[in-house]
């Protein structure tokens, strides 16, 4: 990867010592706050980024997506607006469908289960496809999901799941030009630079305090964003917040998303809002570190469930797999793994299927049990109940609708008769040895519940009014997502609120600065 290098002020301070000011100091460094950043500036704002992690760390969790992105769009000809590099080749073989604002609307309200904020859902859905524009304008490349999100039946590619677009480069590709792009704007970016608190006079944000290798320093701003991350990262408030058991949990993405943020708003008397006790938890590499490794990024995960089976220590099946499209079901399931017997469940599959399997099923850093027949296989899975696993592929080779073809870029209802947990899509009976299981844990990536904030993004009070100053965006925002969510509005929703809050914070400081000189 090619380090970015930037001019840093080494202790944020001009030569005579004075503390230096900034219309807009934004928190974090991943895809919402350089969205702010890179809105900020553009509205005439001089902007100053702090992010908490090293250069080689940095960007939150953005930097350990596979950076899908969730968009409207009404055809191709909107994708090759964001993909201009999309040949005519590549189009006569490819279905892309539609993802209209209508879809997108009915997967944030189902999956939420009706939970999500009316206001926000609507800025999130109406700005997605001009926000993702606008990157595009930043000089930030996206390319279609191919392999991953459609697979190619009868010659043809057929996009599912309303999950079509992805950044070039994946996670660390999306960090890397947006900082590109701040640094071609005069954006100073500082590293090991971890917020401590707001300073406010009591009415309205007017810096930050901060810790830069060591020395603590305060930086004057007369707006501030917050875009710093959830608390997956802070095993105290997992347990606090989440329940018993989320101690246990493996940290997807970066180490330094403690809650900080809305720690800091919180103290300065911000209002809480949405699914505190909610998160986006998937299955994820049982033997995985306690956090993410950048070298492995996002292959930790495994979520080619629907074409096989999952199992749990007592040898039985304990969820639908195929209930939906693993967009919508991902997000969830994983804390239904962590909820069985010592956290751990088996992937099974057969090899119909395996040539399925997404890439990362095919990692060095994988836990991958082989047998030639069913008993062979049970025999090797550790922790399992052999003889009940045995009997229970039994049940479901004995259940499968047989008689309905399998398609894998479809809702196919090839589902199962008389089990007490059924499958609804996508079964196949377990009988073409080699078979295949993959051991997984469960994956916390982030938090649900965060701070409140207005339709400019702007943070309220506990009297629901606005924090004069103060701005957010990005995963502390609460409201969005509660239970669950569909795959890839994660990184549309940072971005979205990140240009807005950059957008409302830039003018907001801006405005206040000609006021003055005026």
Known sequence: MVILRYLFREFMQNPEGEKMDYDVVVIGAGNAAMCSALAAEEVGAKVLVLEAATEELGGGNTRYTAGAIRTVYNGVDDLRELMPDLTDAECDITDFGTYTEDQFFDDMFRVTEYRTDPELVEILVKNSFNTLKWMREKGIRFAPIWGRQAFKVDGRFVFWGGLTVEAYGGGPGLCEALWESAKKRGIEILFEARALDLITDGNQVKGVKVRHKGKIEEIGAKSVVLASGGFQANTEWRT???????????????????????????????????????????????????????????????????????????????????????????????????????????????????????????????????????????????????????????????????????????????????????????????????????????????????????????????????????????????????????????????????????????????????????
């Open 240 to 518: 606090r917040y989440l329940g018993p058991g989320w101690d246990l949990a493996k940290v997807r993405g970066t180490p330094y998303n403690v809650g900080d943020g809305i720690r800091m708003a919180t103290d300065i008397g911000a209002s809480t809002k949405g699914n505190w006790s909610g998160c986006h938890a998937v299955g994820w590499e049982r033997n995985a570190p306690e956090f993410g490794d950048l070298a492995v990024g996002d292959a930790f995960q495994k979520h080619s469930y629907p074409f096989g089976i999952m199992v749990n220590a007592t040898g039985r099946r304990f969820v639908d797999e195929g209930a939906d499209f693993r967009n919508y079901t991902y997000a969830k399931y994983g804390r239904v793994i962590l909820n069985q017997p010592n956290q751990f469940a088996w992937q099974i599959f057969d090899q119909k299927v395996t040539h399925l399997l997404r890439d990362e099923y095919r990692i060095k850093q994988v836990t991958k049990v082989t047998g030639n027949t069913i008993e062979d296989l049970a025999s090797k899975l550790e922790g399992v109940d052999a003889v009940a696993l045995v009997d229970e592929i039994k049940k479901w080779n004995a259940a499968v609708q047989q008689d309905k073809p399998f398609n894998p870029n479809i809702k196919d209802g090839r589902g199962t008769n008389g089990l007490d947990i059924p499958k609804s899509n996508w079964a196949n009976t377990l009988d073409e040895g080699p078979f295949e299981a993959y051991q997984i844990t469960c994956g916390i990536t982030f938090t649900f519940g965060g701070v409140r904030i207005d339709g400019n993004a702007q943070v309220q009070n506990t009297d629901y009014q606005p924090i004069e100053g103060l701005f957010a965006a990005g995963e502390m925002v609460g409201g969005i997502f509660y239970f669950n969510y569909p795959g890839g509005s994660g990184l549309i929703n940072g971005a979205v609120f990140g240009k807005i809050a950059g957008e409302s914070a830039g003018r907001a400081a801006v405005g206040e600065h000609r006021s003055a000189a005026e």
